[in-house]
């Protein structure tokens, strides 16, 4: 497991459960990945891929494009933690 700086909550409902998500741990070792039973959002589990990161949605039509957004919130929370500009 990460370091824990930025969360990642996954319903083992929702496709992107489907995913080896702990492969971010690796790639970003200040990432956690948590596992539920549920996140409380049905709705939009039936309807979406998504995760939350850090208690921010988000979601994509499909994994692929979800997993890519995710990563691409990683980054941005990770550069406002070590306060890198763009």
Known sequence: MGLGLIVVEVC????MAALPLED?????????????????????CKAKSYVMVDNQRVASADRDT????VK???KQHLD??????E
């Open 12 to 15: 083992e409902s929702n496709a």
């Open 24 to 44: 971010l741990e690796d790639e970003f070792p200040e990432v956690a990945i948590m596992r539920t039973d549920c996140l409380n959002m049905c709705s939009l």
């Open 66 to 69: 979800c997993l890519v957004k």
């Open 72 to 74: 691409e919130v990683i």
């Open 80 to 85: 406002q933690f070590y306060g890198i500009e």
